[in-house]
């Protein structure tokens, strides 16, 4: 493929926050209010979204973009899907996901000249229907607050067969390492408080970046180590339940645990493996090394929202 004819890769979300009780007309829990963005060069209305660097995580760019924008740091939230069209001659994907604003203040520039806080049926009525204005829709049919909970696989530790130590000691290779710290950065995106991981080196390092970067131990739990899981799988299962019920959370063990545990989770919490959602099925597939499971449970309890399979890279 041609650079000239090359798939353009883009990201953005549906920027949102609480709106006010009074100004609600309810108690503001499923009260909330968008963000749309004017852009003057296009003389439209949009949700803040743009073009990915060279080599950027989508989702990461997905927030860079939104701030870039709109002036507002973001927490990430549940996927919202992506759109492709044309881009002149080159095939263009835009991916989406909802992202809760943090304090912040828009000022104008060359791109963006006008921000707007908006109920959701008015920026519906402001977006073109060929464009943002489908994924605003999908936000729209579930409009919940979550959280998130997190299962990683560790990430890459070079060939078993070349490491003669113990494979519970087997380190991050260089490859590992750069996926850890990706995964920190996302992990941060998430608004992730809390790290557990199974008491193997490579699944502790691969929460080390994250853990540094916010001021968090990781602390260690046997439980969820390939070894004791499977002996004991309800032991590993309940960790993890317990992680979930409470402020966002990353548990980071290896590939034989994670079908499972992530299973377990989700048949306790009400969502089982198979099942459709508002994304269609939820099934995840393999979870490949520096990969992540993230679970969006609805805030104030332990419902599953959604599911998605992230990758480091």
């Known amino acids: 493929m041609s650079p ?5 890769e883009a990201a953005g979300g549906v920027l949102w926050r609480p709106r006010d009780a009074d100004s609600s007309g309810s108690d503001g829990r499923d009260g909330v209010e968008v963000a749309l963005i004017h852009r003057p060069a296009h003389d439209d209305w949009s949700l803040p979204k743009g073009k990915l660097d060279p080599g950027e995580h989508p989702l990461l760019g997905a927030l860079r973009e939104i701030e870039e924008e709109t002036g507002f740091v973001a927490t990430a939230g549940r996927p919202l899907g992506e759109l492709r069209y044309q881009l002149g001659v080159r095939p263009k994907r835009v991916r989406y996901w909802a992202c809760r604003a943090r ?55 070079g060939d078993r067969r070349a490491w003669a130590g113990a494979d519970r000691d087997r380190p991050l290779d260089d490859r590992g390492r750069g996926q ?10 998430y608004d992730v408080r809390r790290a557990v991981a199974a008491d193997v080196v490579r699944c502790r390092d691969t929460l080390a970046p994250f853990a540094a970067a916010v001021g968090v131990p990781v602390a260690v739990e046997p439980a969820i180590a390939a070894s004791r899981f499977e002996v004991d799988p309800s032991a590993g299962v309940a960790v993890a339940l317990d992680l979930a019920a409470g402020p966002s959370a990353a548990l980071c063990t290896q ?20 099942s459709m959602g508002s994304m269609g099925s939820m099934d995840i597939g393999p979870v490949a090394k520096g990969s992540m499971v993230v679970l969006h449970l609805e805030e104030g309890s332990t419902g599953i929202v959604a599911r998605e399979l992230l990758a480091a890279g």
């Open 255 to 274: 590939r034989e645990v994670i079908e499972d545990l992530v299973a377990g989770v989700c048949d306790q919490l009400g969502l089982p493996i198979g």
């Open 103 to 157: 304090p912040g203040s828009f000022a104008a520039n060359s791109e963006v000249d006008e921000l707007r806080w908006l109920t959701v049926e008015d920026a519906l009525e402001m977006l073109p229907a060929a464009r943002d204005r489908p994924v605003l829709e999908r936000f729209a049919s579930d409009r919940r607050h979550t959280r998130a909970f997190v299962v990683v696989r560790h990430a890459s530790a």
């Open 180 to 189: 850890a710290v990706v995964l920190g950065a996302l992990l941060q995106a």
């Open 4 to 8: 000239s004819s090359a798939r353009v």
